[in-house]
T-cell receptor
Framework: ETGVTQTPRHLVMGMTNKKSLKCEQHLGHNAMYWYKQSAKKPLELMFVYNFKEQTENNSVPSRFSPECPNSSHLFLHLHTLQPEDSALYLC?????????????FGPGTRLTVT | SQQGEEDPQALSIQEGENATMNCSYKTSINNLQWYRQNSGRGLVHLILIRSNEREKHSGRLRVTLDTSKKSSSLLITASRAADTASYFCATVPDSNYQLIWGAGTKLIIKP
């Protein structure tokens, strides 16, 4: 887990707040991902970045805004969230964007929207 | 859309026993991966098995893949309390690099 770090680990925010989640990987990987994990549901892929360029946006609402300033850092900016957005948000990285690479995950940010 | 479906959804066994979890999927795959997640934490990659492989081992883990039945199994031998976690399978389709996840099997090892 130390290869991919996420901050904060827990976040409680009101629906009118603006906050950001941060992810940093120390593995020298080129691809990074944001996932949403809700109880008893499969992981939902939100965004994919490859060499800092966004390659996937899986129909994520615009109240989630990703940013990837370099291959090591990934942010998820949050604004005007809804209670159903409460979930565990996981960041992951992989060596490359390809079909044979495993992903390395951070510990996640537990988000509660009140 | 959900590709992998794990079975059972929950499994509780005594320490020392073997635990078997199954995963079924729907479309043609390049590989299948198993991950472990301790409560409320990130996922840890356990093993990757390619579509042309039938069995793979890693320590106390044994994974099998049957592409004709579109299914895989994860066997943990001589289980330990530390194996308590949720286990997920994820498939990588032939045509796409994205992992497609199941909802997981929650494994509890009773001391």
């Amino acid at each position: 887990e130390t290869g991919v770090t996420q901050t904060p680990r827990h976040l409680v925010m009101g629906m009118t707040n603006k906050k950001s989640l941060k992810c940093e990987q120390h593995l020298g990987h080129n691809a990074m991902y944001w996932y949403k994990q809700s109880a008893k549901k499969p992981l939902e892929l939100m965004f994919v970045y490859n060499f800092k360029e966004q390659t996937e946006n899986n129909s994520v609402p615009s109240r989630f805004s990703p940013e990837c300033p370099n291959s090591s850092h990934l942010f998820l900016h949050l604004h005007t969230l809804q209670p159903e957005d409460s979930a565990l948000y996981l960041c992951a990285s992989s060596q490359e964007l390809g079909i044979v690479y495993e992903q390395y995950f951070g510990p996640g940010t537990r988000l509660t929207v009140t | 859309s959900q590709q992998g479906e794990e079975d059972p959804q929950a499994l509780s066994i005594q320490e020392g026993e073997n635990a078997t979890m199954n995963c079924s999927y729907k479309t043609s795959i390049n590989n299948l991966q198993w991950y472990r997640q301790n409560s409320g934490r990130g996922l840890v990659h356990l093993i990757l098995i390619r579509s042309n492989e039938r069995e793979k081992h890693s320590g106390r883990l044994r994974v099998t893949l049957d592409t004709s039945k579109k299914s895989s199994s994860l066997l943990i031998t001589a289980s330990r309390a530390a194996d308590t976690a949720s286990y997920f399978c994820a498939t990588v389709p032939d045509s796409n690099y994205q992992l497609i996840w199941g909802a997981g099997t929650k494994l509890i090892i009773k001391p």
